[in-house]
């Protein structure tokens, strides 16, 4: 009997980690994609308000050519 509780335990923790994890997956993927939107908003604002660059590259806290990819879409 105590063999199966244990088994049967052992099933809901794991099913429970499982649903916890896809969730918490879910959720960063969420906010890393509101991130780079806001940076992206950043960057083009910068640039628009005639930031060199390299400057909004410092600012921004991101490589040149991260701003460069973001400025070419």
């Known amino acids: 009997m105590c063999d199966a509780i244990r088994e049967l335990f052992a099933d809901e923790l794991k099913e429970g980690y499982e649903n916890g994890r896809k969730a918490g997956c879910e959720e ?41 990819e973001i400025l070419e879409d």
């Open 28 to 68: 960063g993927r969420e906010q890393g994609l509101k991130q780079g939107i806001v940076l992206a908003k950043t960057v083009i604002h910068m640039e628009m308000k005639g930031k060199t660059i390299d400057e909004i590259a410092r600012l921004c806290q991101i490589t040149t050519d991260e701003v460069k």
